[in-house]
């Protein structure tokens, strides 16, 4: 059974820091790349970061440098280390199993369809 259960968001100032967790079941998070995603009211869902089961990471342009994703193979658990943030990360973070597709450029996906509750994060004075 797939699950995935986000936590740690809440309100911060802008330039505050938050850091994110996911517990995955054994089912989804063994062997996978791990990602974090993002949807901020009326739009689509986004690519934030992705760490795969050899501890590469990689991140979307708006978030490098400001960002962290980290995972602990033995809990099952990924993180996100979210620093200097900014109004415009306000949304609702997901996380799920990665997949990438190369066409130019590589891109990140979800694997699965199914998703956890996710954890809201609200940027604002």
């Known amino acids: 059974q797939v699950q995935l259960v986000e936590s740690g968001g809440g309100l911060v100032q802008p330039g505050g820091s938050l850091r994110l967790s996911c517990a995955a079941s054994?089912?989804?998070?063994?062997?996978?790349?791990m990602g974090w995603f993002r949807q901020a009211p009326g739009k689509q869902r986004e690519f934030v970061a992705v760490?795969?089961?050899?501890?590469?990471?990689n991140y979307a342009d708006s978030v490098k440098g400001r960002f962290t994703i980290s995972r602990d193979n033995a809990k099952n658990t990924v993180y996100l280390q979210m620093n200097s943030l900014k109004p415009e990360d306000t949304a609702v973070y997901y996380c799920?199993?990665?997949?990438?597709?190369?066409?130019?450029?590589?891109?990140?996906?979800?694997?699965?369809?199914?998703w956890g509750q996710g954890t809201q994060v609200t940027v604002s004075s």
């Open positions: 760490v795969t089961s050899g501890g590469s990471t």
């Open positions: 799920n199993a990665a997949v990438s597709l190369f066409m130019g450029v590589r891109s990140w996906y979800a694997k699965g369809g199914d």
């Open positions: 054994e089912s989804i998070f063994s062997s996978n790349a």
